[in-house]
């Protein structure tokens, strides 16, 4: 993902995605697999194969070009923890260093299809920022925000203590 640094933050220009993306990636894009067709990035894939990928060089060269801020998206295996979650946890991490923007692109695009591993891309007892979102829940009352519990009807002390 490239971004562009604008007055109001960073807004992002375009997206790269490789060529064979994995099940566990794509079941993430869908909230039931099962009765899905199951055809998330199919015709983002032919724009590797038509004009001998032209398309996705321009837009990694535009990445190159205009972008400050280059991110990679990654995602985890969780097929390997034999849990019963099958959908990938997806994540973007920041690519810096290099000399401009051209070398960042390169180094992600050598990353495609590839296994990180935690080693690579983090140290021990490093410090890393975080950037979350938390899931909206909207207007809330106090039991709802504060796991305030509720009386039953017939208190003579109100409805919630």
């Known amino acids: 993902v490239g971004y ?18 994995s099940e566990e990636f794509k079941r993430r894009c869908y ?6 067709k199951r055809k998330a ?3 983002y894939a ?9 398309d996705i060089e321009h837009e990694l060269e535009r990445i190159a070009k205009f972008c400050n801020v ?3 998206i ?3 295996q969780v097929k390997k923890l034999n849990l019963r979650l099958k959908k990938a946890h997806i994540m973007e991490i920041q690519v810096n260093g290099g000399a401009d923007a051209k070398a960042k692109v390169d180094f992600a695009k ?4 590839k296994e990180i591993s935690v080693d690579s891309v983090f140290s021990s007892e490093e410090n890393i920022d975080v950037i979350g979102v938390t899931k909206g829940r909207g207007y809330e009352g106090v ?13 003579h002390r109100g409805l919630r203590k």
């Open 4 to 21: 562009v640094a604008t007055p109001r933050g960073l807004r992002s220009l375009t997206t790269v995605f490789a060529e064979h993306l």
């Open 31 to 36: 909230k039931n697999w099962y009765k899905s």
């Open 41 to 43: 990035y199919t015709k």
């Open 46 to 54: 032919k724009k590797y194969s038509e004009d001998g990928g032209k």
């Open 70 to 72: 280059v991110r990679v």
């Open 74 to 76: 990654a995602h985890t």
């Open 110 to 113: 050598s990353l495609f299809e």
């Open 143 to 155: 039991t709802t925000r504060w796991g305030v519990t509720r009386l039953p009807r017939k208190t």
